[in-house]
T-cell receptor
Framework: RKEVEQDPGPFNVPEGATVAFNCTYS??????FFWYRQDCRKEPKLLMS???SGNEDGRFTAQLNRASQYISLLIRDSKLSDSATYLC????????????FGGGTRLMVKP | EPEVTQTPSHQVTQMGQEVILRCVPI?????FYWYRQILGQKVEFLVS??????SEKSEIFDDQFSVERPDGSNFTLKIRSTKLEDSAMYFC??????WGGGNEKLFFGSGTQLSVL
């Protein structure tokens, strides 16, 4: 079983749509959770941390379900500029802050 | 925003040659990392470095790999004898080490694309 599993997509959505991505992780000792964004052949960039209580940053909402080992990202009112690959990332803080990445979900927002 | 700088952006080498990838982490950061991403695959952890020594390394980081902080600013990754399967984008990253509570942030450099022929 992969440590961090994501649907690779692509998700093709029109501008203005709401889209949701899911991620599952296998290591129950994981302590910190993130969504990163990666544009084609660029470095990953932190989009947002994910808290147990759920958190929102503008059009982006992240949720964590520790019992199910499940993380989600919701993007409302999609923009063309949201087109990218979204990486689910977990870490066990006892493991030297090593990030474990999922394979990413590709989003393409069309006009 | 402060940046992690990597050079070169592209490196082409022959199989069996040694390569050194260079990184300048953010100046007040204490933790340094190398990750790699083979084309079409996920980002993979290689090694973390703190206080002038390796703190964690993955199975990928075998005896062919080494890291060094030769001075107060540079952080290098050396591959002693490159193999075809070492072809990948190599990302350097740094952090201030303040982890926990969801405020953690790793800053990634723009990467070095290594092509082994």
């Amino acid at each position: 079983r992969k440590e961090v599993e994501q649907d690779p997509g692509p998700f093709n959505v029109p501008e203005g749509a709401t889209v949701a991505f899911n991620c599952t992780y296998s290591n129950s000792a994981s302590q910190s959770f993130f969504w990163y964004r990666q544009d084609c052949r660029k470095e990953p960039k932190l989009l947002m941390s994910v808290y147990s209580s759920g958190n929102e940053d503008g059009r982006f909402t992240a949720q964590l379900n520790r019992a199910s080992q499940y993380i989600s990202l919701l993007i409302r009112d999609s923009k063309l500029s949201d087109s990218a690959t979204y990486l689910c990332v977990v870490t066990n803080n006892n493991a030297g802050n090593m990030l474990t990445f999922g394979g990413g979900t590709r989003l393409m927002v069309k006009p | 925003e402060p940046e992690v700088t990597q050079t070169p952006s592209h490196q082409v080498t022959q199989m069996g040659q040694e390569v050194i990838l260079r990184c300048v982490p953010i100046s007040n950061h204490l933790y340094f990392y190398w990750y790699r991403q083979i084309l079409g695959q996920k980002v993979e952890f290689l090694v973390s470095f703190y206080n002038n020594e390796i703190s964690e390394k993955s199975e990928i980081f075998d005896d062919q790999f080494s890291v060094e902080r030769p001075d107060g600013s540079n952080f290098t990754l050396k591959i002693r004898s490159t193999k075809l399967e070492d072809s990948a984008m190599y990302f350097c990253a740094s952090s201030d080490g303040v982890w926990g509570g969801g405020n953690e942030k790793l800053f990634f450099g723009s990467g070095t694309q290594l092509s082994v022929l």
